[in-house]
């Protein structure tokens, strides 16, 4: 059976609309925020999504503001038409597919910055980005409204910023993370594994084992220190390019944990680049 196709909005006004209608008959309302060039992750959120409130939104918006000058913008994969099929097949009951110019209108002058969970890591490798992600995250989450949003737990820093901006600005939304969906080798799965070709996607599979390895030491109470240097080798010896960060730190607050044995729950954060692209994975420890 075909899903029907799925009710698409592009302004904020027809968008309040929508919500407007459903509040009105007490149903409780999810947004799965997302840049679309979705796979079985993101269907997974919308799944996740499901479970939580009568009706699904997805955001598709490639967020300018959040890639930096050097980036792949212009590059990233876009197929509204793709997505909207994925959507409806997976459940969602609207699409909210705005244009820049809604999302940014001419004038557009403020941005949303958080000091200190959005400084290491992907705040270090890429400035800018979380400024990006956390104004474009608020003004969605503003402009549903919804009782709950859910972000992937592979975007962990992201999900981890985005749960300080909701606390801080206290919007009323419950921030979900969603566990991360990986292949059958375990590499998680991202829009950009797009960019691997056949032999850089083998070497990929390789990150989850040795994250794996390194967290399950860490767990087992041997040195923070010791484990990530047993890490970053086995990463530089399968064939990745460079490491942006292999590290262990705090699941709530992001600061770093090390060396010596845990003693907070922790995430095992990692980036690296094969080819060119960049992947980013993490483990709860
Ligand atoms: O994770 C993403 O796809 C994006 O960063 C998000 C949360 C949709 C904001 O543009």
Redesign the pocket.
Known sequence: MTASPLATVRTVADLRAHVAAWRRQGLRVALV???GALHAGHLSLVSLARTRADRVIA?V?V?PA?FGPNEDFAAYPRDEAGDAAQLAAGGCDLLFAPAASEIYPPGFATTVTTAGISESMEGLARPGHFAG?AT??SKLLIQAAPDVAV??EK?YQ?LQVIRRVAIDLDLPVEIVGAPTARAEDGLALSSRNAYLTAEERRVAGVLNVIMARAAGRIAAGDDIAAAEAEGRAAIEAAGFARIDYFETRAADDLRRLGPGVIDAPGRLLAAVLLGRTRLLDNRAI
């Open positions: 925020p997302t840049m955001s918006f967020n959040q992600v474009v995250v972000f992937g975007d992201q």
